[in-house]
C-alpha cells in the first residue's frame, strides 16, 4: 500500500472487519484495504462464502453448516439469496440458444411451510405444494430452463416459453411424462420447432403390507405422439429423472421425511438456482468426463463456486 499523498510505502497497521489496515509513516494517515464487493458489501471472506455454499449444494442443511463454520444462520441465509440471484442471472444469459437433439422435462415435487393438506386459506399463496420444472438435453446433460410453482398451466406456460428462449431454431424432440397442461403448452409455444411425445407410466396398486413410502412399481408404459413425428427410439425421460435423484441426494431441502425442507419461497427459490447452476456449470458429469456446459459449447472449463460468485 502506497500512501496517496506522500507516495511512499505505508506499514501494516492492524485489521478491522477483516480488512488489512496501513498507516503512512510520514502524514500519519490510515489507509484500508478496498472492500472485495463479489458479496455486494457483505463482511463475510469470501473463502468462508464458497466454504458455506459448498456444504450446502452437498446435501448439509443450514443448520448444519451453521455448526461446522460458525457463522450464523441468518447469514447463511443471505449468502444463499445472493448466491441464488447471481445464479438466476447467469442461467439466463449463458443458456440462450442452444443447440439441442432431445429435451426431456419433468416436475420435482416439494413443499414450503407445509405441506398442501396443512394450508390454510389465509396463508400466504406460496405455502404447500411446489413443483420445480425442469428441461434437460439428453446428450448434453445441461439443463435448460426451470420454473418453480404450482402444478398448473400458468407454471407450464411459463416453463415451456423459458425452454423456447433457451433453445435453437433448429428443430428438436421433446419427451414429457403424461401431465396434460404440457400439450397445449408446447403445441402453442414450439410448434413448428419440435417433434412432442408423451411417456406414460401406469402404476401397479401398492400390495398388502406395503410401507408407505414404498416407490410404486410400474405395471406398463404407454407411449404417445402429440406433435410432428417423433422418434420412437428417442422417447425416454430416464435422464430427467436420473438428474430428479441428483436433485434429492444434493440439496437437502428436497431430502424426503426430514426437517430441512424450506421455510421460504425466496429461500426455497434460491436454493434451487444456486443447485441448477452448479450442476450445469461446476459439478463434472461421470459418463462425460466434462460439466454439461462444456458438453454443450457453453463454457470452455470447468467453473469454481467463486466463478459463479463473481460471474454475475
Request: glycine share 6%; with cysteine; hydrophobic share 35%.
Amino acid at each position: 500500500m502506497t500512501c496517496h499523498n506522500c507516495r511512499t510505502e505505508c506499514r501494516k497497521f492492524g485489521k478491522r472487519q477483516n480488512r488489512q489496515r496501513y498507516q503512512c509513516s510520514q502524514c500519519r494517515k490510515v489507509f484500508t484495504d478496498a472492500r472485495d464487493n463479489t458479496l455486494d458489501g457483505m463482511y463475510l471472506p469470501v473463502e468462508k462464502a464458497e466454504t458455506i455454499l459448498a456444504l450446502m449444494l452437498e446435501g448439509n442443511s443450514v443448520s448444519s453448516v451453521e455448526r461446522v463454520t460458525g457463522i450464523h444462520k441468518a447469514t447463511i441465509l443471505k449468502l444463499l439469496v445472493l448466491a441464488g440471484e447471481k445464479c438466476e442471472r447467469i442461467m439466463a444469459d449463458k443458456v440462450r440458444n442452444v443447440e439441442v437433439r432431445d429435451v426431456e422435462l419433468d416436475e420435482v415435487w416439494s413443499w414450503i411451510g407445509c405441506k398442501q393438506k396443512r394450508v390454510r386459506p389465509e396463508d400466504d399463496q406460496n405455502r404447500g405444494d411446489c413443483y420445480v420444472f425442469v428441461g434437460i438435453e439428453r446428450h448434453s446433460k445441461l439443463v435448460l430452463n426451470i420454473t418453480m410453482g404450482k402444478r398448473d398451466q400458468n407454471t407450464t406456460n411459463v416453463f415451456v416459453e423459458g425452454i423456447r428462449q433457451a433453445t435453437s431454431r433448429k428443430r428438436f424432440q421433446i419427451t414429457t411424462d403424461g401431465f396434460a397442461p404440457y400439450r397445449s403448452a408446447i403445441s402453442n409455444t414450439l410448434h413448428g420447432r419440435c417433434d412432442f411425445a408423451m411417456l406414460i407410466k401406469v402404476y401397479r396398486a401398492a400390495s398388502e403390507g406395503e410401507a408407505r413410502y414404498s416407490p410404486a412399481e410400474v405395471a406398463s408404459m404407454e407411449v404417445v405422439p402429440v406433435m410432428g413425428q417423433p422418434d420412437p427410439d428417442r422417447i425416454c425421460t430416464s435422464i430427467i429423472e436420473r438428474s430428479n435423484l441428483s436433485l434429492r441426494m444434493g440439496l437437502r431441502r428436497f431430502t424426503r421425511l426430514t426437517n430441512g425442507f424450506s421455510k421460504k419461497w425466496e429461500n426455497h427459490w434460491a436454493a434451487v438456482s444456486l443447485w441448477y447452476t452448479f450442476y450445469n456449470f461446476c459439478r463434472v458429469h461421470k459418463s462425460l468426463r466434462v460439466t454439461p456446459a462444456m458438453a454443450a459449447g457453453i463454457s470452455d472449463h470447468i467453473w469454481s463456486v467463486r466463478e459463479l460468485l463473481e460471474a454475475a
